[in-house]
C-alpha cells in the first residue's frame, strides 16, 4: 500500500510542477525566447487570423446581375456543365449495358442447368417436331 502511496504522491507533485509556469519564461515574458507553456486541452477557442469580414451583402439581384446587364460566364462553369452532364451521361449507358450479376439470376440459372440435364425440363434449344 505504500508504493501506490509514492506513486499517487509523485503523480500529484508531478502534475502540479507542470501547472505552474516555468521561472525562465515567467521572468523573460511573452516576448522572451521561452514560449509559456500550453495547454493541451484547452478550453478556449482557437481563433483564426486573417482577413475581414467575408460576408456579401444582398443586392436584390438575382445572382447579382442587374436588368439590362449581360451575364458573364466564368472559366470554370462551362467545364462543370459539359463535366457533369458528360459524365452522368457515360454513367447511364455503362449502367445500362452492365452484366447482370445477382446471385438470383446465377441462380435461376444453375437450377434450369440441373433440371433440364435430370430431364425434367426440356431443352429449350432442340426443334420439336
Known amino acids: 500500500m505504500s ?3 509514492q506513486t499517487t504522491t509523485l503523480l ?3 502534475s502540479a510542477a507542470a501547472a505552474r509556469p516555468s ?3 515567467a521572468v ?3 516576448s522572451g525566447a521561452v514560449a509559456p507553456r500550453q495547454a ?3 478550453t478556449t477557442p482557437r481563433r483564426a487570423g486573417g482577413g475581414g469580414m467575408h460576408y456579401d451583402p444582398p ?3 438575382l445572382w447579382g ?4 446587364e449581360k451575364y458573364q460566364n466564368e472559366g470554370w462553369e462551362n467545364l462543370f456543365i459539359y463535366g457533369f452532364w458528360g459524365s452522368l451521361v457515360v454513367f447511364a ?3 445500362a449495358w452492365k452484366p447482370d450479376t445477382s446471385i438470383q439470376t446465377w441462380a435461376l440459372e444453375e437450377a434450369r442447368r440441373r433440371l433440364e440435364a435430370e430431364g425434367i425440363l426440356p431443352d429449350p434449344d432442340q426443334e420439336q417436331k
Not at 446581375?65 to 439590362?68: A, C, D, L, Q, S
Open 23 to 25: 521561472t525562465l519564461a
Open 59 to 61: 443586392s436584390g439581384w
Open 12 to 14: 500529484r507533485a508531478a
Open 28 to 30: 523573460r515574458g511573452s
Open 93 to 95: 449507358v455503362a449502367y
Open 65 to 68: 446581375v442587374r436588368p439590362g
Open 3 to 5: 508504493a501506490l502511496r
Open 40 to 42: 493541451f486541452f484547452s
